[in-house]
């Protein structure tokens, strides 16, 4: 079962998700706040709470996560 973004965002330790999207909470995550997640919890060698490949791949192509942010013209 592959969970639901905000599943997994709700088990990050609350100081690395504020880091991450500090001023950018009302908008979609942006998969570069993701990576900054990933990065840290693998150097704190929290492997068992990172999100599987196929978990990232269904954030990305369900829309739950934006690669990048397009401006409004």
Do not use: C, I, T
Not at 16 to 31: H, I, T
């Amino acid at each position: 079962m592959v969970r639901k973004f905000e599943e997994w965002w709700n088990s990050v330790p609350a100081d690395l998700r504020q880091k991450a999207r500090a001023g950018d909470e009302a908008n979609k995550p942006l998969l570069n706040q993701v990576n900054y997640v990933l990065l840290h919890l693998h150097l704190a060698g929290k492997h068992d709470q990172k999100p599987s490949h196929e978990e990232l791949k269904d954030w990305l192509h369900s829309g739950q996560v934006d690669v990048l942010r397009m401006a409004k013209k």
